[in-house]
């Protein structure tokens, strides 16, 4: 059974957040192994400059690149990233799955993005729009394309 990891910058406070990350987590069980990683978001000071920026993405990247599993196929979650739809995420899961990878990893970072090194160690770059999300309904919306494509790749009509 595939392990997809998830880690993300951030807490959730919102209880309707929660709830539904619990629900697609109960309906993932049966496809694969979730865990969801949260790591420190790096306070950042409004109008913040260019160095302060880069100081909160390389604090942020060190907690990331230290929570992501060894061999685990990355995928970083990012606005230049590559936009695809739900069924070529089902068939980019199923191709690692049968080249023998059995894990892997999202990142979605805080509200500055990634670092660099975060996304260059990624495998993929994906963005689900050009469009800016909070963070915490962003992560739902992550975990239910990932439960979405389990759907797809099991022939079954929720997708749809």
């Known amino acids: 059974m595939v392990t997809i990891n998830i880690i993300a910058v951030g807490k959730i406070k919102e209880k ?4 539904a990350l619990r629900e697609y987590a109960q309906r993932l ?7 969801i990683t949260e790591v420190k978001d790096e306070p950042i ?13 390389a604090k942020e ?27 070529d995420l089902a068939d980019q899961i199923e191709k690692i799955q049968v080249n023998g990878t059995s894990s892997i990893t999202f990142i979605i970072g805080g509200s500055v993005g990634l670092s660099d090194e975060v996304k260059s160690l ?9 469009m800016t999300f909070p963070h915490q309904l962003f992560r739902v919306m992550l975990i239910e394309q990932i439960y979405r ?8 009509t929720y997708h749809k």
């Not at 069980?29 to 865990?35: A, D, W």
């Not at 000071?45 to 993405?57: G, I």
Request: aromatic share 10%.
């Open 29 to 35: 069980s049966i496809f694969c192994k979730l865990n």
């Open 61 to 87: 990247a060190s907690a990331i690149l230290a929570k992501i599993p060894k061999d685990s196929y990355v995928f970083a979650l990012c606005v230049e990233g590559k936009q695809i739809s739900s069924e």
């Open 45 to 57: 000071p409004q109008n913040a400059s260019a160095a302060q920026v880069d100081e909160v993405l």
């Open 16 to 19: 309707y957040f929660i709830d």
């Open 122 to 130: 990624a495998n993929a770059r994906l963005s689900f729009s050009k």
């Open 149 to 156: 494509a389990f759907k797809i790749m099991s022939g079954q």
